[in-house]
Protein backbone atom coordinates (compact mmCIF):
# COMPACT_ATOMS: atom_id res chain seq x y z
CA UNK A 1 0.00 0.00 0.00
CA UNK A 2 2.49 2.30 1.13
CA UNK A 3 4.71 2.22 -2.18
CA UNK A 4 1.49 3.41 -3.81
CA UNK A 5 0.94 6.36 -1.74
CA UNK A 6 1.75 9.09 -4.56
CA UNK A 7 -1.28 8.01 -6.92
CA UNK A 8 -3.21 8.05 -3.73
CA UNK A 9 -4.24 11.51 -3.50
CA UNK A 10 -5.22 11.09 -7.22
CA UNK A 11 -7.44 7.65 -6.97
CA UNK A 12 -9.01 8.86 -3.76
CA UNK A 13 -10.84 11.99 -5.88
CA UNK A 14 -11.03 10.10 -9.27
CA UNK A 15 -12.96 7.21 -7.79
CA UNK A 16 -14.48 9.01 -4.95
CA UNK A 17 -15.83 11.57 -7.88
CA UNK A 18 -17.04 8.49 -9.70
CA UNK A 19 -18.93 6.85 -6.78
CA UNK A 20 -21.01 10.19 -5.86
CA UNK A 21 -22.42 9.38 -9.78
CA UNK A 22 -24.16 6.01 -8.62
CA UNK A 23 -27.66 5.60 -7.46
CA UNK A 24 -26.77 5.83 -3.60
CA UNK A 25 -26.05 9.68 -4.38
CA UNK A 26 -27.88 10.71 -7.39
CA UNK A 27 -31.39 12.21 -7.52
CA UNK A 28 -32.48 15.68 -6.08
CA UNK A 29 -33.74 14.33 -2.80
CA UNK A 30 -30.82 12.51 -1.77
CA UNK A 31 -28.32 14.76 -1.48
CA UNK A 32 -27.61 14.58 2.13
CA UNK A 33 -26.11 10.88 0.85
CA UNK A 34 -23.50 13.21 -1.43
CA UNK A 35 -22.58 16.04 1.52
CA UNK A 36 -21.59 12.96 3.75
CA UNK A 37 -19.51 11.33 1.13
CA UNK A 38 -18.07 14.13 -0.26
CA UNK A 39 -17.06 15.24 3.18
CA UNK A 40 -15.86 11.98 3.92
CA UNK A 41 -13.87 11.96 0.42
CA UNK A 42 -12.11 15.48 1.18
CA UNK A 43 -10.84 14.14 5.11
CA UNK A 44 -10.08 11.63 3.27
CA UNK A 45 -7.96 13.13 0.72
CA UNK A 46 -6.29 15.57 3.47
CA UNK A 47 -5.35 12.03 5.26
CA UNK A 48 -3.52 10.92 2.41
CA UNK A 49 -2.22 14.22 1.96
CA UNK A 50 -0.92 14.05 4.74
CA UNK A 51 0.75 10.74 4.92
CA UNK A 52 2.19 11.39 1.39
CA UNK A 53 3.65 14.67 3.04
CA UNK A 54 5.16 12.63 6.16
CA UNK A 55 6.98 10.02 3.74
CA UNK A 56 8.68 12.89 1.76
CA UNK A 57 10.02 14.35 4.74
CA UNK A 58 11.06 11.06 6.55
CA UNK A 59 12.32 9.56 2.68
CA UNK A 60 13.32 12.57 0.43
CA UNK A 61 11.13 12.42 -2.48
CA UNK A 62 9.70 9.52 -4.25
CA UNK A 63 8.75 8.50 -7.35
CA UNK A 64 6.01 6.04 -9.05
CA UNK A 65 5.82 4.64 -12.16
CA UNK A 66 2.43 4.02 -13.33
CA UNK A 67 1.98 0.31 -14.93
CA UNK A 68 5.30 0.21 -13.69
CA UNK A 69 6.72 1.44 -16.90
CA UNK A 70 10.14 2.86 -16.17
CA UNK A 71 11.54 6.16 -16.95
CA UNK A 72 12.08 7.69 -19.02
CA UNK A 73 10.01 5.44 -21.10
CA UNK A 74 6.62 5.58 -18.59
CA UNK A 75 4.78 8.34 -17.53
CA UNK A 76 5.99 9.54 -13.63
CA UNK A 77 4.91 10.50 -10.90
CA UNK A 78 6.72 12.87 -8.39
CA UNK A 79 6.57 13.69 -5.23
CA UNK A 80 9.41 15.89 -3.48
CA UNK A 81 8.02 18.67 -0.65
CA UNK A 82 6.50 21.11 -2.96
CA UNK A 83 4.48 18.64 -4.73
CA UNK A 84 3.40 17.56 -1.43
CA UNK A 85 3.02 20.55 0.23
CA UNK A 86 0.72 21.74 -2.77
CA UNK A 87 -1.10 18.45 -3.04
CA UNK A 88 -1.55 19.13 0.71
CA UNK A 89 -3.30 22.54 0.58
CA UNK A 90 -5.38 21.88 -2.62
CA UNK A 91 -7.08 19.28 -0.09
CA UNK A 92 -7.55 21.65 2.62
CA UNK A 93 -9.27 24.16 0.44
CA UNK A 94 -11.19 21.17 -1.28
CA UNK A 95 -12.74 20.79 2.56
CA UNK A 96 -13.45 24.41 3.56
CA UNK A 97 -15.02 25.02 0.30
CA UNK A 98 -17.52 21.71 0.30
CA UNK A 99 -17.88 22.57 3.76
CA UNK A 100 -19.14 26.39 2.60
CA UNK A 101 -21.60 25.03 -0.32
CA UNK A 102 -23.46 23.06 1.98
CA UNK A 103 -25.04 26.37 2.69
CA UNK A 104 -26.87 25.46 -0.17
CA UNK A 105 -24.87 26.02 -3.62
CA UNK A 106 -24.50 22.44 -4.22
CA UNK A 107 -28.79 21.73 -3.95
CA UNK A 108 -28.54 24.29 -7.28
CA UNK A 109 -27.32 21.16 -9.91
CA UNK A 110 -26.97 17.93 -9.01
CA UNK A 111 -23.29 17.39 -9.96
CA UNK A 112 -21.90 19.58 -7.81
CA UNK A 113 -19.86 17.40 -5.39
CA UNK A 114 -18.51 14.93 -8.14
CA UNK A 115 -17.49 17.71 -10.05
CA UNK A 116 -15.90 19.07 -7.63
CA UNK A 117 -14.13 15.58 -6.65
CA UNK A 118 -12.73 15.77 -10.68
CA UNK A 119 -11.69 19.12 -10.43
CA UNK A 120 -9.49 18.41 -7.01
CA UNK A 121 -8.26 14.99 -9.31
CA UNK A 122 -7.22 17.52 -11.79
CA UNK A 123 -4.90 19.71 -9.80
CA UNK A 124 -3.85 16.90 -7.56
CA UNK A 125 -2.92 15.20 -10.35
CA UNK A 126 -0.67 18.02 -12.15
CA UNK A 127 1.21 19.05 -9.06
CA UNK A 128 2.33 14.88 -8.93
CA UNK A 129 2.86 14.15 -12.28
CA UNK A 130 6.34 14.40 -14.16
CA UNK A 131 5.75 13.95 -17.41
CA UNK A 132 5.18 16.50 -19.63
CA UNK A 133 2.39 15.45 -21.82
CA UNK A 134 0.63 13.95 -18.46
CA UNK A 135 0.34 17.66 -17.37
CA UNK A 136 -1.31 18.41 -20.47
CA UNK A 137 -3.85 15.88 -19.64
CA UNK A 138 -4.50 16.71 -16.02
CA UNK A 139 -4.45 20.30 -16.99
CA UNK A 140 -7.89 19.24 -19.45
CA UNK A 141 -8.94 17.34 -16.55
CA UNK A 142 -9.18 20.47 -14.59
CA UNK A 143 -10.16 22.87 -16.72
CA UNK A 144 -12.73 20.70 -18.02
CA UNK A 145 -14.24 20.49 -14.88
CA UNK A 146 -13.73 23.89 -14.24
CA UNK A 147 -16.03 25.00 -17.29
CA UNK A 148 -18.44 22.83 -15.77
CA UNK A 149 -18.02 24.40 -12.21
CA UNK A 150 -17.94 27.96 -13.57
CA UNK A 151 -21.34 28.22 -14.66
CA UNK A 152 -23.05 25.95 -11.68
CA UNK A 153 -26.06 27.81 -10.83
CA UNK A 154 -26.82 29.82 -14.21
CA UNK A 155 -27.37 32.82 -15.19
CA UNK A 156 -26.45 35.60 -17.88
CA UNK A 157 -23.16 36.61 -16.66
CA UNK A 158 -21.82 33.39 -15.43
CA UNK A 159 -22.60 32.07 -19.41
CA UNK A 160 -21.45 35.15 -20.75
CA UNK A 161 -17.51 34.98 -18.58
CA UNK A 162 -17.65 30.93 -19.33
CA UNK A 163 -17.55 31.44 -23.33
CA UNK A 164 -14.76 33.61 -22.81
CA UNK A 165 -12.72 31.33 -20.23
CA UNK A 166 -13.17 28.21 -22.65
CA UNK A 167 -12.51 29.60 -25.93
CA UNK A 168 -9.31 31.15 -24.41
CA UNK A 169 -8.23 28.08 -22.43
CA UNK A 170 -9.11 26.15 -25.47
CA UNK A 171 -6.55 27.78 -27.52
CA UNK A 172 -4.31 27.60 -24.96
CA UNK A 173 -4.29 23.97 -25.35
CA UNK A 174 -3.76 24.28 -28.47
CA UNK A 175 -0.55 26.12 -27.98
CA UNK A 176 0.35 23.57 -24.89
CA UNK A 177 0.36 21.07 -27.55
CA UNK A 178 2.52 22.29 -30.52
CA UNK A 179 5.02 23.24 -27.69
CA UNK A 180 4.92 19.92 -26.49
CA UNK A 181 5.25 18.27 -30.30
CA UNK A 182 8.14 21.01 -30.67
CA UNK A 183 10.22 19.81 -27.59
CA UNK A 184 9.43 16.24 -28.15
CA UNK A 185 10.68 16.77 -31.74
CA UNK A 186 14.12 18.18 -30.22
CA UNK A 187 14.90 16.24 -27.20
CA UNK A 188 12.69 13.17 -28.11
CA UNK A 189 11.54 12.52 -24.39
CA UNK A 190 8.66 13.83 -22.62
CA UNK A 191 9.67 13.48 -18.69
CA UNK A 192 10.94 16.22 -17.37
CA UNK A 193 13.97 15.05 -15.70
CA UNK A 194 14.88 13.05 -18.34
CA UNK A 195 14.34 16.46 -20.97
CA UNK A 196 16.60 18.60 -18.06
CA UNK A 197 19.64 15.64 -19.34
CA UNK A 198 18.59 16.38 -22.80
CA UNK A 199 18.49 20.07 -22.94
CA UNK A 200 21.94 21.38 -22.46
CA UNK A 201 22.80 18.66 -25.23
CA UNK A 202 21.40 20.03 -28.38
CA UNK A 203 22.45 21.67 -31.14
CA UNK A 204 22.26 24.57 -32.39
CA UNK A 205 19.60 24.38 -34.80
CA UNK A 206 18.06 21.96 -32.03
CA UNK A 207 18.03 24.83 -29.45
CA UNK A 208 16.24 27.36 -31.49
CA UNK A 209 13.63 25.05 -31.81
CA UNK A 210 13.55 24.17 -28.10
CA UNK A 211 13.50 27.55 -27.12
CA UNK A 212 10.32 28.63 -28.84
CA UNK A 213 9.05 25.25 -27.48
CA UNK A 214 9.85 26.40 -24.09
CA UNK A 215 8.82 29.98 -24.76
CA UNK A 216 5.05 28.76 -26.03
CA UNK A 217 5.32 26.93 -22.65
CA UNK A 218 5.57 30.30 -21.08
CA UNK A 219 2.69 31.29 -23.09
CA UNK A 220 0.05 28.32 -21.71
CA UNK A 221 1.51 28.81 -17.96
CA UNK A 222 1.38 32.21 -18.30
CA UNK A 223 -2.26 31.82 -19.26
CA UNK A 224 -3.30 29.59 -16.35
CA UNK A 225 -1.31 32.00 -13.87
CA UNK A 226 -2.70 34.95 -15.40
CA UNK A 227 0.48 36.76 -16.61
CA UNK A 228 -0.08 40.15 -17.27
CA UNK A 229 -1.20 40.43 -20.91
CA UNK A 230 -2.66 36.92 -20.67
CA UNK A 231 -4.58 38.37 -17.45
CA UNK A 232 -7.83 39.86 -19.18
CA UNK A 233 -10.35 36.57 -18.36
CA UNK A 234 -9.42 36.25 -14.32
CA UNK A 235 -11.32 39.33 -13.27
CA UNK A 236 -14.46 38.76 -14.66
CA UNK A 237 -14.41 34.53 -14.72
CA UNK A 238 -13.70 34.83 -10.71
CA UNK A 239 -16.07 37.45 -9.75
CA UNK A 240 -18.97 35.50 -11.97
CA UNK A 241 -18.11 32.38 -9.95
CA UNK A 242 -20.27 31.53 -7.27
CA UNK A 243 -18.03 31.70 -3.86
CA UNK A 244 -17.13 28.27 -3.08
CA UNK A 245 -16.19 27.97 -6.44
CA UNK A 246 -14.07 30.67 -6.92
CA UNK A 247 -12.38 30.17 -3.73
CA UNK A 248 -11.13 26.95 -5.06
CA UNK A 249 -10.13 28.19 -8.12
CA UNK A 250 -7.56 30.38 -6.42
CA UNK A 251 -5.57 27.67 -6.54
CA UNK A 252 -5.88 27.12 -10.30
CA UNK A 253 -3.66 30.33 -10.65
CA UNK A 254 -1.27 28.46 -8.38
CA UNK A 255 -1.45 25.32 -10.80
CA UNK A 256 0.59 27.96 -13.84
CA UNK A 257 2.92 29.00 -11.15
CA UNK A 258 3.80 25.71 -9.99
CA UNK A 259 4.38 24.51 -13.70
CA UNK A 260 6.71 27.75 -14.39
CA UNK A 261 8.68 27.06 -11.09
CA UNK A 262 9.45 22.97 -12.19
CA UNK A 263 9.75 23.46 -16.09
CA UNK A 264 11.67 26.79 -16.11
CA UNK A 265 13.72 25.54 -12.69
CA UNK A 266 14.60 22.27 -13.86
CA UNK A 267 14.26 21.72 -17.77
CA UNK A 268 15.07 25.48 -18.63
CA UNK A 269 16.87 26.34 -15.13
CA UNK A 270 21.13 26.64 -14.52
CA UNK A 271 22.04 23.58 -16.54
CA UNK A 272 20.56 24.04 -19.81
CA UNK A 273 23.62 25.69 -21.42
CA UNK A 274 22.65 28.35 -23.43
CA UNK A 275 19.06 28.11 -22.86
CA UNK A 276 19.16 28.63 -18.98
CA UNK A 277 16.95 31.12 -17.58
CA UNK A 278 15.99 32.59 -21.13
CA UNK A 279 12.39 33.15 -20.15
CA UNK A 280 13.67 35.63 -17.16
CA UNK A 281 14.09 38.65 -19.52
CA UNK A 282 9.86 38.23 -19.97
CA UNK A 283 9.00 36.97 -17.08
CA UNK A 284 10.51 39.81 -14.34
CA UNK A 285 9.01 42.77 -15.76
CA UNK A 286 5.53 41.10 -16.50
CA UNK A 287 5.92 40.21 -13.11
CA UNK A 288 5.87 43.82 -12.15
CA UNK A 289 3.54 45.10 -14.50
CA UNK A 290 1.32 42.69 -13.22
CA UNK A 291 1.35 43.62 -9.76
CA UNK A 292 0.97 46.98 -10.59
CA UNK A 293 -1.91 46.52 -12.88
CA UNK A 294 -3.51 43.87 -10.16
CA UNK A 295 -3.18 46.89 -7.62
CA UNK A 296 -4.76 49.53 -10.25
CA UNK A 297 -7.13 46.87 -10.74
CA UNK A 298 -8.14 46.43 -7.02
CA UNK A 299 -8.13 50.68 -6.23
CA UNK A 300 -10.87 50.80 -9.60
CA UNK A 301 -13.23 47.46 -8.08
CA UNK A 302 -16.88 47.98 -8.07
CA UNK A 303 -17.56 45.39 -5.94
CA UNK A 304 -16.05 43.49 -2.93
CA UNK A 305 -15.56 39.93 -5.66
CA UNK A 306 -14.07 41.88 -8.05
CA UNK A 307 -10.86 43.33 -5.13
CA UNK A 308 -10.56 39.44 -4.28
CA UNK A 309 -10.20 38.63 -7.92
CA UNK A 310 -7.41 41.35 -8.40
CA UNK A 311 -5.66 40.55 -5.38
CA UNK A 312 -5.62 37.14 -7.02
CA UNK A 313 -3.52 38.72 -9.77
CA UNK A 314 -1.19 40.82 -7.05
CA UNK A 315 -0.21 37.55 -5.26
CA UNK A 316 0.39 35.83 -8.78
CA UNK A 317 2.84 39.28 -9.98
CA UNK A 318 4.28 38.85 -6.10
CA UNK A 319 4.88 35.26 -7.12
CA UNK A 320 6.45 35.75 -10.35
CA UNK A 321 8.38 38.42 -9.09
CA UNK A 322 10.33 35.98 -6.47
CA UNK A 323 10.58 33.24 -9.40
CA UNK A 324 12.65 35.95 -11.49
CA UNK A 325 14.76 36.48 -8.07
CA UNK A 326 16.12 32.39 -9.29
CA UNK A 327 17.21 31.61 -5.79
CA UNK A 328 16.63 28.78 -3.24
CA UNK A 329 16.36 31.05 -0.16
CA UNK A 330 13.39 33.25 -2.82
CA UNK A 331 11.55 30.20 -3.76
CA UNK A 332 11.09 28.85 -0.52
CA UNK A 333 9.86 32.52 0.01
CA UNK A 334 7.17 32.34 -2.87
CA UNK A 335 6.04 29.01 -1.53
CA UNK A 336 5.20 30.40 1.73
CA UNK A 337 3.69 33.39 0.40
CA UNK A 338 1.34 31.01 -1.72
CA UNK A 339 0.14 29.12 1.00
CA UNK A 340 -0.96 31.96 2.31
CA UNK A 341 -2.09 33.87 -0.11
CA UNK A 342 -4.38 31.42 -1.76
CA UNK A 343 -6.01 30.91 1.72
CA UNK A 344 -6.73 34.13 1.85
CA UNK A 345 -7.97 35.21 -1.73
CA UNK A 346 -10.43 31.99 -0.95
CA UNK A 347 -11.43 33.85 2.15
CA UNK A 348 -11.91 37.05 0.43
CA UNK A 349 -14.16 35.14 -2.07
CA UNK A 350 -16.40 33.49 0.35
CA UNK A 351 -16.97 36.50 2.79
CA UNK A 352 -17.88 38.94 -0.51
CA UNK A 353 -20.75 36.14 -1.06
CA UNK A 354 -21.43 36.39 2.64
CA UNK A 355 -21.78 39.97 3.04
CA UNK A 356 -23.78 40.23 -0.61
CA UNK A 357 -26.36 37.90 0.61
CA UNK A 358 -27.37 40.17 3.46
CA UNK A 359 -27.25 43.15 1.50
CA UNK A 360 -29.92 42.77 -1.46
CA UNK A 361 -30.26 43.95 -4.65
CA UNK A 362 -26.67 45.70 -4.07
CA UNK A 363 -25.00 42.53 -3.53
CA UNK A 364 -21.42 43.38 -2.34
CA UNK A 365 -21.10 46.55 -5.01
CA UNK A 366 -20.06 49.88 -2.79
CA UNK A 367 -23.03 51.55 -2.54
CA UNK A 368 -25.24 52.42 -0.48
CA UNK A 369 -27.61 50.00 0.62
CA UNK A 370 -29.76 48.40 3.62
CA UNK A 371 -27.77 47.28 6.51
CA UNK A 372 -26.07 43.81 6.95
CA UNK A 373 -28.06 41.43 9.38
CA UNK A 374 -25.10 40.62 11.46
CA UNK A 375 -22.60 43.16 10.96
CA UNK A 376 -20.36 42.00 14.28
CA UNK A 377 -19.99 38.50 12.57
CA UNK A 378 -19.38 39.25 9.12
CA UNK A 379 -17.54 43.15 10.11
CA UNK A 380 -14.80 40.72 12.62
CA UNK A 381 -14.94 38.20 9.68
CA UNK A 382 -13.72 40.65 6.94
CA UNK A 383 -11.52 42.58 9.37
CA UNK A 384 -9.16 39.97 9.85
CA UNK A 385 -9.05 38.77 6.44
CA UNK A 386 -8.42 42.25 4.94
CA UNK A 387 -5.40 42.28 7.62
CA UNK A 388 -4.09 39.23 6.60
CA UNK A 389 -4.45 39.60 2.84
CA UNK A 390 -2.72 43.12 3.44
CA UNK A 391 -0.20 41.59 5.35
CA UNK A 392 -0.10 43.41 8.66
CA UNK A 393 1.51 41.92 11.36
CA UNK A 394 0.29 39.18 13.48
CA UNK A 395 -0.98 37.14 10.63
CA UNK A 396 0.77 35.16 7.91
CA UNK A 397 0.68 37.81 5.35
CA UNK A 398 3.10 39.60 6.62
CA UNK A 399 5.83 36.86 7.22
CA UNK A 400 4.58 35.92 3.84
CA UNK A 401 5.68 39.17 2.51
CA UNK A 402 8.48 39.86 5.06
CA UNK A 403 10.00 36.43 3.50
CA UNK A 404 9.41 37.43 -0.08
CA UNK A 405 11.39 40.74 -0.13
CA UNK A 406 14.57 39.47 2.24
CA UNK A 407 15.22 36.67 -0.65
CA UNK A 408 15.62 40.17 -2.90
CA UNK A 409 19.11 40.28 -2.62
CA UNK A 410 21.15 42.53 -4.88
CA UNK A 411 20.36 46.25 -5.76
CA UNK A 412 18.33 46.83 -8.37
CA UNK A 413 16.30 43.41 -7.39
CA UNK A 414 15.97 44.92 -4.36
CA UNK A 415 14.64 48.34 -5.19
CA UNK A 416 12.49 46.91 -7.92
CA UNK A 417 10.81 44.54 -5.56
CA UNK A 418 10.56 46.76 -2.23
CA UNK A 419 9.49 49.27 -3.57
CA UNK A 420 6.23 47.10 -6.06
CA UNK A 421 5.41 45.18 -3.16
CA UNK A 422 5.28 47.99 -0.59
CA UNK A 423 3.21 50.56 -2.70
CA UNK A 424 1.14 47.96 -3.75
CA UNK A 425 0.28 46.77 0.08
CA UNK A 426 -0.73 50.42 0.70
CA UNK A 427 -3.09 50.97 -1.96
CA UNK A 428 -4.60 47.54 -0.98
CA UNK A 429 -5.17 49.05 2.55
CA UNK A 430 -6.47 52.01 1.08
CA UNK A 431 -9.15 49.96 -1.36
CA UNK A 432 -9.90 47.27 1.04
CA UNK A 433 -10.55 50.65 3.82
CA UNK A 434 -12.70 51.96 1.49
CA UNK A 435 -14.67 49.16 0.75
CA UNK A 436 -14.84 47.72 4.70
CA UNK A 437 -16.58 51.35 5.36
CA UNK A 438 -18.79 51.53 2.38
CA UNK A 439 -20.01 47.50 3.04
CA UNK A 440 -21.02 47.73 6.94
CA UNK A 441 -21.29 51.92 7.83
CA UNK A 442 -22.91 53.23 5.00
CA UNK A 443 -26.14 52.15 4.70
CA UNK A 444 -30.20 52.99 4.54
CA UNK A 445 -31.71 53.00 7.79
CA UNK A 446 -32.17 49.50 9.52
CA UNK A 447 -32.32 46.27 8.25
CA UNK A 448 -35.38 44.42 8.41
CA UNK A 449 -34.76 41.53 10.88
CA UNK A 450 -35.08 38.30 9.06
CA UNK A 451 -33.99 34.94 9.70
CA UNK A 452 -33.47 33.81 6.31
CA UNK A 453 -31.04 35.89 5.46
CA UNK A 454 -28.16 35.21 8.43
CA UNK A 455 -25.24 33.64 7.15
CA UNK A 456 -25.32 29.59 7.68
CA UNK A 457 -23.51 27.70 10.07
CA UNK A 458 -21.58 26.12 7.02
CA UNK A 459 -20.22 29.00 5.90
CA UNK A 460 -19.27 30.51 8.75
CA UNK A 461 -17.08 26.82 9.49
CA UNK A 462 -15.87 26.88 5.96
CA UNK A 463 -14.56 30.65 6.54
CA UNK A 464 -13.16 30.29 9.70
CA UNK A 465 -11.57 27.01 9.22
CA UNK A 466 -9.36 29.02 6.18
CA UNK A 467 -9.10 32.34 8.31
CA UNK A 468 -7.75 30.21 11.51
CA UNK A 469 -4.86 28.58 9.26
CA UNK A 470 -3.36 32.11 8.98
CA UNK A 471 -2.81 33.33 12.48
CA UNK A 472 -1.34 29.33 12.76
CA UNK A 473 0.76 29.71 10.03
CA UNK A 474 2.41 33.28 11.34
CA UNK A 475 2.64 31.28 14.98
CA UNK A 476 3.96 27.63 13.10
CA UNK A 477 5.91 30.19 10.82
CA UNK A 478 9.96 27.99 11.58
CA UNK A 479 8.84 25.04 11.00
CA UNK A 480 6.90 25.72 7.74
CA UNK A 481 9.68 28.06 6.54
CA UNK A 482 11.79 25.20 7.00
CA UNK A 483 10.02 23.33 5.22
CA UNK A 484 9.21 25.86 2.16
CA UNK A 485 13.11 26.22 2.43
CA UNK A 486 13.74 22.54 1.80
CA UNK A 487 11.24 22.27 -1.03
CA UNK A 488 12.75 24.92 -2.76
CA UNK A 489 16.26 23.55 -2.32
CA UNK A 490 14.80 20.30 -3.81
CA UNK A 491 13.28 21.77 -6.62
CA UNK A 492 17.11 23.94 -7.49
CA UNK A 493 18.75 20.51 -7.36
CA UNK A 494 18.35 19.36 -10.60
CA UNK A 495 20.02 16.38 -10.13
CA UNK A 496 18.02 15.22 -7.90
CA UNK A 497 14.90 13.90 -9.80
CA UNK A 498 17.49 12.28 -12.33
CA UNK A 499 19.26 10.07 -9.39
CA UNK A 500 15.67 9.55 -8.07
CA UNK A 501 13.91 8.35 -11.43
CA UNK A 502 17.36 5.85 -11.91
CA UNK A 503 17.80 7.57 -15.59
CA UNK A 504 20.82 6.68 -17.71
CA UNK A 505 23.56 9.38 -17.92
CA UNK A 506 22.20 11.22 -14.64
CA UNK A 507 25.86 10.41 -12.67
CA UNK B 1 6.10 15.30 -48.04
CA UNK B 2 7.87 17.31 -45.71
CA UNK B 3 6.48 20.31 -47.56
CA UNK B 4 2.94 19.19 -48.37
CA UNK B 5 2.66 18.16 -44.85
CA UNK B 6 3.86 21.49 -43.31
CA UNK B 7 1.74 23.61 -46.11
CA UNK B 8 -1.33 21.25 -44.35
CA UNK B 9 -0.41 22.31 -40.83
CA UNK B 10 0.23 25.92 -41.79
CA UNK B 11 -2.93 26.52 -43.83
CA UNK B 12 -5.27 24.87 -40.77
CA UNK B 13 -3.72 26.59 -38.26
CA UNK B 14 -3.87 29.97 -40.27
CA UNK B 15 -7.37 28.79 -40.79
CA UNK B 16 -8.34 28.23 -37.72
CA UNK B 17 -6.48 31.40 -36.00
CA UNK B 18 -8.56 33.35 -38.27
CA UNK B 19 -11.96 31.80 -37.65
CA UNK B 20 -11.02 31.87 -33.51
CA UNK B 21 -10.68 35.58 -34.31
CA UNK B 22 -14.59 36.29 -35.69
CA UNK B 23 -17.11 37.71 -33.59
CA UNK B 24 -19.58 34.99 -33.71
CA UNK B 25 -19.80 31.19 -31.96
CA UNK B 26 -20.82 29.48 -34.66
CA UNK B 27 -17.14 30.59 -36.64
CA UNK B 28 -15.32 30.51 -33.68
CA UNK B 29 -15.98 26.76 -32.31
CA UNK B 30 -15.12 25.83 -36.04
CA UNK B 31 -11.46 27.61 -35.48
CA UNK B 32 -11.13 25.82 -32.43
CA UNK B 33 -11.57 22.31 -34.27
CA UNK B 34 -9.91 23.68 -37.06
CA UNK B 35 -6.37 24.81 -34.89
CA UNK B 36 -7.60 21.42 -33.23
CA UNK B 37 -6.76 19.06 -36.23
CA UNK B 38 -3.68 21.02 -37.68
CA UNK B 39 -2.14 20.67 -33.77
CA UNK B 40 -3.04 17.20 -34.20
CA UNK B 41 -1.00 16.48 -37.22
CA UNK B 42 1.61 18.59 -35.84
CA UNK B 43 2.24 16.33 -33.03
CA UNK B 44 2.02 13.10 -35.19
CA UNK B 45 5.32 14.66 -37.59
CA UNK B 46 7.09 15.00 -34.59
CA UNK B 47 7.85 11.26 -34.47
CA UNK B 48 9.60 12.45 -38.12
CA UNK B 49 7.14 11.54 -41.13
CA UNK B 50 8.27 8.08 -42.61
CA UNK B 51 6.80 5.81 -45.51
CA UNK B 52 6.05 2.29 -44.47
CA UNK B 53 7.30 2.37 -40.68
CA UNK B 54 5.88 -0.28 -38.46
CA UNK B 55 5.23 1.21 -34.54
CA UNK B 56 5.61 -2.27 -33.43
CA UNK B 57 8.98 -4.09 -33.45
CA UNK B 58 9.34 -6.97 -35.62
CA UNK B 59 7.23 -6.07 -37.85
CA UNK B 60 9.13 -4.42 -40.60
CA UNK B 61 12.59 -3.18 -41.63
CA UNK B 62 12.04 0.85 -40.93
CA UNK B 63 10.23 2.20 -37.83
CA UNK B 64 8.45 4.80 -36.99
CA UNK B 65 8.11 6.43 -33.35
CA UNK B 66 4.94 5.25 -31.74
CA UNK B 67 4.77 7.46 -28.96
CA UNK B 68 3.52 10.86 -30.86
CA UNK B 69 0.74 8.48 -32.01
CA UNK B 70 -0.03 7.77 -28.63
CA UNK B 71 0.29 11.37 -27.89
CA UNK B 72 -2.55 11.83 -30.78
CA UNK B 73 -4.70 9.38 -30.00
CA UNK B 74 -4.92 11.06 -26.52
CA UNK B 75 -5.00 14.47 -28.04
CA UNK B 76 -7.83 13.67 -30.32
CA UNK B 77 -10.06 12.08 -27.40
CA UNK B 78 -9.73 15.23 -25.53
CA UNK B 79 -10.03 17.30 -28.58
CA UNK B 80 -12.95 15.39 -29.38
CA UNK B 81 -14.31 16.32 -25.82
CA UNK B 82 -13.46 19.92 -25.36
CA UNK B 83 -15.18 20.52 -28.76
CA UNK B 84 -18.97 19.28 -27.48
CA UNK B 85 -18.68 20.64 -24.52
CA UNK B 86 -17.91 24.11 -26.70
CA UNK B 87 -20.90 23.38 -28.98
CA UNK B 88 -23.42 22.78 -26.32
CA UNK B 89 -21.96 25.94 -24.11
CA UNK B 90 -22.38 28.46 -27.54
CA UNK B 91 -25.96 27.06 -27.76
CA UNK B 92 -26.48 27.78 -24.10
CA UNK B 93 -25.09 30.93 -24.78
CA UNK B 94 -27.55 31.64 -27.17
CA UNK B 95 -30.42 30.86 -25.28
CA UNK B 96 -29.17 32.62 -22.33
CA UNK B 97 -28.21 35.75 -24.03
CA UNK B 98 -30.48 36.41 -26.76
CA UNK B 99 -27.81 36.73 -29.87
CA UNK B 100 -24.38 34.28 -30.78
CA UNK B 101 -21.85 36.83 -30.16
CA UNK B 102 -19.06 35.76 -27.99
CA UNK B 103 -19.18 38.73 -26.71
CA UNK B 104 -22.73 38.60 -25.54
CA UNK B 105 -23.59 41.73 -27.55
CA UNK B 106 -24.13 43.43 -30.87
CA UNK B 107 -20.65 45.30 -31.29
CA UNK B 108 -21.85 48.90 -31.53
CA UNK B 109 -21.78 50.74 -34.93
CA UNK B 110 -22.98 47.92 -36.50
CA UNK B 111 -26.07 48.03 -38.89
CA UNK B 112 -29.20 45.88 -36.80
CA UNK B 113 -29.46 42.93 -38.64
CA UNK B 114 -32.54 41.47 -39.84
CA UNK B 115 -33.56 38.61 -37.08
CA UNK B 116 -31.64 35.96 -38.35
CA UNK B 117 -33.48 32.67 -39.10
CA UNK B 118 -31.64 30.60 -35.97
CA UNK B 119 -33.82 33.42 -33.93
CA UNK B 120 -36.45 32.24 -31.86
CA UNK B 121 -38.82 35.25 -33.01
CA UNK B 122 -40.09 34.01 -36.18
Given at each position: ?143 IASYVLLVHGGGKQRTQANVHYVILNLVGSAIFLIALGTLYGTTGTLNIADMSLKISTLSEGEQVLAKVGGMMLLVVFGLKAAMLPLHFWLPNTYSAATAPVAALFAIMTKVGIYSIFRVFTVIFG ?238 | ?122
Amino acid sequence: MMEHLPILPILVSLIGGLLLLLPPFTGIERYVNRRIAALFLCLLQIAVAIALMAKVIDAGPIMYAVGNWQAPFGIILYADSLAALLVLLTGFLGLASTLYSFAGTDREGRYFHPIMQFQLMGITGAFLTHDLFNLFVFFEVLLIASYVLLVHGGGKQRTQANVHYVILNLVGSAIFLIALGTLYGTTGTLNIADMSLKISTLSEGEQVLAKVGGMMLLVVFGLKAAMLPLHFWLPNTYSAATAPVAALFAIMTKVGIYSIFRVFTVIFGEGAGALSNMVLPWVWPLAILTVIVGTIGVLASPNLRNIAANTVLISVGTLLMAFSIRSPEASGAAFYYALHSTLISAVLFMLADMIGQQRGKAFDRFVIAKKVTQPTLLGALFFVAAMVVVGLPPFSGFIGKVVVLQSAATGLDKALVWSTVLISTLLTIIALARAGTTLFWRHAGESANSEDESASVWQVVGVVLLLMASPIMAIFAAPITEYTAMAAAQLHDVRLPVSVLQLQGGQ
Amino acid sequence: MELLYSLCVGVMTFSGVFLCLRGRTFPVVMGLMMLGYAVNLFLFSTGRLSLDGAAILGKSETYADPLPQALVLTAIVIGFAMTAFAVILSMRARADLGNDFVDGKEPPGRPKQSVSRWSSKQ
